[in-house]
């Protein structure tokens, strides 16, 4: 298939390989985090870590958008969605994961209208033939998806569709990633950027990580072949001894980002003095929400939002994961009380979530794998 | 917020009962003398298979969309709730359909319900399925396919015209089956209680083969074969629905396999298990291999045939072919020095033309599907708690 298997090549990845293996120095161990839950999903889908030398480790990110949604933003949604005539709308891969009392499966079988759509104009549309009930979408994402929203959002506002909201849950990039940096356990070495939240925020605003934290992060596209090769531009960066910010992903990703997706943002979301992340925490200007000139549309307002809070269970060891302290099988719990039919973690909820990735995709040591499937 | 920042909330009462009933495999197996040394990792992992081997708690207070899908969540369904209740030794085998023996005659029987939605798409309707579904649950074990019932639950107000089409399908795919249709029963619902029309279909056919396939039989050195492309039906439907708003020729791949089976068991004695790969497509089934056999099956994905139509599909949602529903595909496990015979009488065949080897048994590690990738690297295919798409037939 054009433009995707040109990305997965072989030969050109074997020979990717050889040369990330020549730029290693000599017993230097590596630790590279890729931000995006998206590239983890690759990484594992495609068994990227077959081509890499054992010195080299990838610590996967907090960049699942599903995961980092707190349980209790999953209740104050079904909240939402138990009250008289309404929709919930919602991405698929939300409708599974467990909040304090079970998941949006789990509402809609107690008789919920919760729906799953595959844009938030589908959610809109929904709105425009149920004049007579009140649909929510319940939006989530990194800046790569607020764009999406925030058009919707001016549109019901443009087509007068008063019956629409957003139960708005976007969260930002850059405070996660700060947050992980100031992690005084951390071990990386350098930073795989994400590519789909590049390309709505460019380059720029990583710039920090290299000039104040000394960590070259080079933003990265979501083809195996793009891994290797971000792979290999930030071990060239450490060889030369240079740090930057650099773009792997230039066929999709402009230096300065996309201004009309970002003004669409500001038009219509501004930032949360602080927003809890599930495994992080409290992060400060961390999320978005809606603006007063929106207010209309913002499901927070619209309903009365019970603000549930819902621990992780203490033997959860999310946070070390995703900071890459621990590997995902070192979790106590991770693969008996936490699997992806039951997860009790962030990071086992979507398949981006790296425990959810390694349970999946990789649940047996890599030796055993490649000896099975020597022909 | 109601709740500050500062306070520290309780977590919830579902995840901390699930710790503490899993304690027990939260230990870690012994590094004992005379046992070969674990590492960490290896430890971990034989904890985990020591956690997937228990028996599966049906943890749901509610039925879900998941437990139809034919993924994790239907086999604890059954597992937890039907074989408990109703098991026997039939029931057990946990195949397509039952073998049973009655005066020296063995005779296959099973049943299938149709909820696919919508009921007309390209390349069929309901009824083709209702009737191609069964004949093929019967054909898989060897047996002739000889009588099919038929119920229909329908929803008040639907169209007789619709019904009529489905009819016409049914009677037609029967004729094409070689199958008759000797009972039935009908019901109706009130309008919003059911969604226009489902069906359901019972058969037996009998089995006058010496032969008795199924999935425990497969051992390694096998090898696995598919009867065509995969996935037609399941992104058929899927855009059937309009959601996508994406335009293909692609059409289901519903048909009866009967033919096929027929001329693939003529060719040679070498097959071990036939499953026709439909809800939860070629890696449910495969995964289902692996556990009643206790093996590894070892797939390549270059190998695996899949219409460019379908692939672009499923890149762009995000979702595995080996997971998308066909009607009309043939899994075939077979000794492996029997595979070249068995791909030339399946490609001799017009239903098999486009069937290929897409890979092999081994022993290790047993009771998992292990992917060889196109970009070349290799990873585990597990089975899904839900299906991606639901109601596909």
Redesign the interface.
Known sequence: ?RF??EF?D?EL??TLAGQIVALGEPGRHYKFMEVCGGHTHTI????????LPPSITLVHGPGCPVCVIP??RVDDAIHIAEQPDVILTSF?DMM?V??????F??A???GADIRMV?SPL?ALKIAKQNPSKRVVFMAIGFETTAPSTALTVLKADADGVANFSIFCNHVTIIPAIKAILDSPDLRLDGFIGPGHVSTVIGCEPYRFIARDFGKPLVVSGFE?LDILQSVYMILKQLAEGRCEVENQYTRAVPWAGNARALQAITRVMELRP?F?WRGLG?ISHSALKVTDAFAAYDAERIFEI???????????QCGEVLKGVLKP??C???????????P?GTCMVSSEGACAAY????????E??????R? | MSQGRDTVPPAAAWAEQAVRESADDAELPPNGVGTPHLTKEQQVLARIERARRRKPKLREERITMAHGAGGKATHTLIEALFLPAFGNPVLERLEDQAVVGIGGVRLAFTTDSFVVSPLFFPGGNIGDLAVNGTVNDLVVSGARPLYLSAGFILEEGFPVADLERIVKAMAAAARAAGVTIVTGDTKVVQRGKGDGCYINTAGVGVIERDVSLGAAGVKPGDTVLVSGPIGDHGVTILLARGELDIVSDITSDTAALGGLVDSLLDATGAVRCLRDATRGGVATILNEVAKAADVAVVIDERAIPVRPEVRGACEILGIDPLYVACEGRLVAIVDGAGAQTALAAMRAHPTGAGAAIIGTVKDDPPGLVLLKTQFGGTRIVDLLVGDPLPRIC
Not at chain 1, 306 to 316: F, L, S, Y
Not at chain 1, 359 to 366: A, D, K, S
Not at chain 1, 368 to 373: D, K, M, S, T, Y
């Open positions: 298939m995707v298997d997965r072989p990845a074997r594992y889908k495609h068994g990227i870590e077959d081509y349980m209790g698929g599974r467990p909040g304090g009392h079970g998941s499966l789990d809609a079988a107690k595959y589908d195996p602080y809890e409290f019970p603000g549930v809070r819902v621990a992780d269970p203490k033997a959860c099988w070192e106590k719990v991770f693969g008996t009380a936490c699997t992806p039919e039951t009790i349970y999946n995709f990789g649940r047996f040591t890599r055993r794998v490649r000896e099975a499937a022909t």
